[in-house]
């Protein structure tokens, strides 16, 4: 059975450090994309960015390049979206989510998703 | 960037009735990489359809997609209680992926 399990939910005050886990399970991790969606309270999903976890290639969208950053390690399984120093505004709930066949696809699987809240 | 603009916004609807909802694209989604996802109150979304028009992996017959270029749309042809949620639409047909703003099925 394919699974994702993300961590738990984090509180953090802005300007902190924060890096959330994406544990993969039941397929060849390294075969598949990894991509992360954020949904902010009460709205939409929204694309971040996107891993293969078997070189690392990453890929993001223009409005998340340089507020995060999207790695893998293969070793453990575990895709990560990390933040140098957080804001307010980065509060969301973050869904990590297997790509079905390359980065141009569908998400077939999802974790259950972190809940991330910023505040001071 | 392709954006996708899903209406209406809330759809009210009573079991058995059948429901429409639209995504227009602001340009044209190549080769019909058109999604649906259907997210419930506390859950991760889960894939409904892909390449407009499949359905995935045990979604039942009653759902069904249609369109290419710029309009699509996601059909459910009789409401079930397990059906009321929220409608999104996505293309992966160009970079950066998005995502419509979403229509909620609610019940009348």
């Known amino acids: 059975e394919v699974q994702l399990v993300q961590s738990g939910a984090e509180v953090k005050k802005p300007g902190e450090s924060l890096r959330i886990s994406c544990k993969g399970s039941?397929?060849?991790?390294?075969?598949?994309?990894v991509g992360w969606v954020r949904q902010m309270p009460g709205k939409g999903l929204e694309w971040m960015g996107i891993?293969?976890?078997?070189?690392?290639?990453?890929r993001y969208s223009p409005s998340f390049q340089g507020q995060v950053t999207i790695s893998a390690d293969k070793s453990i399984r575990t895709a990560y979206l990390q933040w140098s120093s957080l804001r307010a505004s980065d509060t969301a709930m973050y869904y990590c989510?297997?790509?079905?066949?390359?980065?141009?696809?569908?998400?077939?699987?999802w974790g259950q998703g972190t809940l991330v809240t910023v505040s001071s | 960037e392709i954006v996708l603009t899903q209406s209406p916004g809330t759809l009210s609807l009573s079991p058995g009735e059948g429901a429409t909802l639209s995504c227009r694209a602001s340009?044209?989604?190549?080769?019909?990489?058109l999604a649906w996802y259907q997210q419930k109150p506390g859950q991760a979304p889960r894939l409904l359809m892909y390449?407009?028009?499949s359905r995935a992996t045990g979604i039942p017959d009653r759902f069904s997609g249609s369109g290419s270029g710029t309009d699509f749309t996601l059909t459910i042809s009789r409401l079930e209680p397990e059906d009321f949620a929220v409608y999104y639409c996505?293309?992966?047909?160009?970079?950066?992926?998005?995502f419509g703003g979403g229509t909620k099925v609610e019940i009348e």
């Open positions: 989510a297997r790509s079905d066949s390359g980065v141009f696809s569908t998400f077939d699987f």
């Open positions: 039941g397929y060849t991790f390294t075969s598949y994309w």
């Open positions: 891993i293969y976890p078997g070189d690392s290639d990453t």
């Open positions: 340009q044209s989604v190549s080769s019909s990489y």
């Open positions: 390449g407009a028009s």
């Open positions: 996505q293309q992966y047909g160009s970079s950066p992926l998005t």
